[in-house]
């Protein structure tokens, strides 16, 4: 049986990946097939907090002569159906889940409360966390990153629809190199498509490793957490 390298993870789950082969909305299915490892997760002892996106919706930069702000406020409602989503699919696989938003909706999840969230991990709950950082003009990528550091999180877990990090675009340079490691200064410094900046700079400043990794095999979650080589490691 594998063993967990880290206690306490949060995953980072972009919209689009809850959308499956359709692209939009919600294909509940594949969200079932990423939720079974992150039961297996907790079983294993493993405390795991979730951010999702709202791109499978929504997305805020995209949305042309429209107010920025009203625009981001718009994403963000489009994270709580997501949070709510994963919230039943973890759910119907018989696990204890809590969705937290940084905007208040008391009749649909909790609102975000630091000392609350960490009660709920020790007391072996899964989070889900909505609404990014309840502010305009921040990615939920960088949600993630103030998410992991407010909770004390060993490590974030970006699960994307690509294999690690590149060099270059893998999808448009069929010689894009793929890093194994590789540090924040060099994210930062060269651009490199892990988080925006942003996120990349709390996790520097947090000392918070990142695994960028596929979801083609939502197994990779529990590999990630398990130590085995998986992705693309980000750290000091």
């Given at each position: 049986?594998?063993?967990?390298?880290?206690k306490?993870?949060?995953?980072?789950?972009?919209?689009?990946?809850?959308?499956?082969?359709?692209?939009?909305?919600?294909?509940f299915?594949?969200?079932?097939?990423?939720?079974?490892?992150?039961?297996?997760?907790?079983?294993?002892?493993?405390?795991?907090?979730?951010?999702?996106?709202?791109?499978?919706?929504?997305?805020?930069?995209?949305?042309?002569?429209?107010?920025?702000?009203?625009?981001?406020?718009?994403?963000?409602?489009?994270?709580?159906?997501?949070a709510?989503?994963?919230?039943?699919?973890?759910?119907?696989?018989?696990?204890?889940?809590?969705?937290?938003?940084?905007?208040?909706?008391?009749?649909?999840?909790?609102?975000?409360?630091?000392?609350r969230?960490?009660?709920?991990?020790?007391?072996?709950?899964?989070?889900?966390?909505?609404?990014?950082?309840?502010?305009?003009?921040?990615?939920?990528?960088?949600?993630a990153?103030l998410?992991?550091?407010?909770?004390?999180?060993?490590?974030?877990?970006?699960?994307?629809?690509?294999?690690?990090?590149?060099?270059?675009?893998?999808?448009?340079?069929?010689?894009a190199?793929?890093?194994?490691?590789v540090?924040f200064?060099?994210?930062?410094?060269?651009?490199?498509?892990?988080?925006?900046?942003?996120?990349?700079?709390?996790?520097?400043?947090n000392?918070?490793?990142?695994?960028?990794?596929?979801?083609?095999?939502?197994?990779?979650i529990?590999?990630?957490?398990?130590?085995?080589?998986?992705?693309?490691?980000?750290?000091?």
């Open positions: 049986m594998m063993t967990p390298k880290y306490r993870v949060l995953l980072k789950l972009s919209g689009e990946s809850l959308a499956g082969a359709e692209k939009h909305g919600i294909d299915d594949t969200v079932l097939n990423y939720c079974k490892p992150i039961k297996t997760l907790n079983d294993m002892g493993v405390e795991v907090a979730i951010v999702v996106g709202g791109g499978n919706f929504w997305r805020g930069r995209s949305s042309g002569k429209m107010d920025r702000t009203r625009a981001d406020h718009m994403g963000m409602l489009a994270t709580v159906i997501n709510l989503g994963v919230c039943d699919a973890l759910e119907q696989l018989d696990m204890e889940v809590r969705v937290q938003t940084a905007i208040a909706m008391q009749q649909v999840a909790e609102p975000y409360i630091r000392n969230a960490i009660r709920h991990l020790e007391k072996g709950r899964i989070l889900v966390f909505g609404c990014g950082t309840g502010n305009p003009f921040f990615s939920t990528d960088t949600a990153a998410r992991a550091a407010e909770i004390e999180a060993d490590i974030i877990l970006k699960a994307t629809m690509v294999d690690g990090v590149y060099d270059c675009d893998p999808k448009t340079n069929p010689d190199k793929k890093f194994d490691k540090s200064h060099e994210v930062l410094n060269h651009d490199l498509k892990v988080m925006d900046s942003t996120a990349a700079a709390i996790c520097k400043d000392n918070i490793p990142i695994i960028v990794f596929s979801l083609e095999n939502p197994e990779n529990v590999a990630a957490v398990c130590g085995e080589n998986v992705g693309t490691l980000v750290e000091q």
